[in-house]
């Protein structure tokens, strides 16, 4: 059928997509064909301004690689990534879960280590931390044989996958909880850096005068068959970065109490799993 207005387009379109197998997806895609096209009437869009999008989206592709993804870099800039952690978790408190972003540099595969190990593989200046974890369910209960895989950036503010100074897999590390839902390790204090600014993410920080800087944290993610996996980030209460983070990550449950005392950090913390279905993210790099 001939395109009578711009209306009857956007009615065109949902119907040639209204017949789908899934139904979840059809609903996905309504919605956002909906929204699209409202978007692009209620700024007017021009035809150039198509084409800077097109070219937009090609550049986040092409920024993309085995070591980072680009399009999980510019959601979080978006607030899309926290957006959906939130509608899908809560904000957590004293009796639930406090849940983060993935981030972009989760890797499968680190090395399994014993309690009390240290994740730093690879010589790596900075202030000595000790962690002492303790996970457990929403009624505090202990949940002993839950993986808890942690991550950081190094105190220079890379993850070892940047770094080519850094020997693979460093400041990385999978350890499990033991009978009483506690897991601990060493490591070094990890420090606040810049999201990487050289792909189209960074241009729109720039256009807005975003500054980069993340404030420091330990990734956390926790699997345990039974309850809902649960990716955590812990911040530092007094990071100068608490309330302009560039990826909108910091919650108020997620800070946590960083204490230097004589030259060495410790942090303890406490992770709550609330019961359900246990799946492992999608790596965003290899």
Same mark, same amino acid.
């Given at each position: ?20 197998? !899934?139904?979840?997806?059809a ?7 909906? $929204? ?10 021009? +035809? ?20 980072h ?5 510019? !959601? ?21 879960? /406090? ?30 931390? !000790?962690? +002492?974890?303790?996970?457990?369910d ?14 950081q950036?190094s ?6 996958? %940047?770094?080519?100074? %850094? ?12 009978? %009483? ?9 990890? /420090?606040?850096?810049p ?8 241009? &729109?920080?720039r256009?807005?005068?975003? %500054?980069?800087?993340?404030p420091?944290?330990? $990734? ?38 960083? $204490? ?6 410790? &942090? ?19």
């Amino acid at each position: 059928m001939p395109i009578k207005n711009d209306d009857n387009l956007t009615r065109t379109v949902l119907e040639a997509y209204r017949d789908c197998p !899934s139904p979840r997806l059809a609903q996905i895609l309504a919605s956002l064909l909906t $929204h699209l096209h409202a978007f692009v009437r209620d700024v007017q869009l021009t +035809e150039e301004e198509l084409g800077f999008a097109f070219d937009f989206l090609n550049r986040v592709g092409q920024a993309s690689n085995d070591a980072h993804n680009e399009a999980a870099l510019l !959601s979080d800039a978006l607030g899309v990534s926290t957006l959906a952690c939130l509608l899908n978790n809560g904000m957590g408190g004293p009796t639930e879960p /406090a849940t983060a972003l993935l981030g972009p540099f989760w890797r499968l595969n680190a090395p399994e280590l014993e309690n009390g190990a240290s994740i730093v593989h690879c010589p790596t200046d900075g202030t000595p931390m !000790s962690v +002492e974890g303790r996970v457990c369910d929403v009624q505090g209960n202990p949940i002993p044989g839950a993986r808890v895989d942690v991550w950081q950036a190094s105190p220079i503010g890379l993850y070892e996958n %940047q770094d080519p100074d %850094q020997t693979d897999m460093n400041l990385r590390g999978v350890f499990t909880c033991d009978a %009483q839902g506690r897991f601990h390790f060493s490591s070094v204090r990890p /420090a606040g850096y810049p999201v990487p600014m050289h792909g189209p993410t960074g241009d &729109l920080l720039r256009a807005f005068d975003r %500054q980069p800087f993340r404030p420091a944290h330990l $990734h956390v993610l926790i699997y345990k068959p039974g309850f809902k996996t649960l990716v955590a980030q812990v911040f530092p209460g007094d990071d100068a970065h608490l309330e302009d983070d560039p990826v909108f990550g910091v919650t108020e449950a997620l800070t946590g109490d960083y $204490h230097d005392q004589d030259g060495v950090c410790t &942090l303890s913390h406490v992770f709550v799993l609330r019961e359900g279905e246990a799946r492992l993210p999608t790596p965003p790099i290899k």
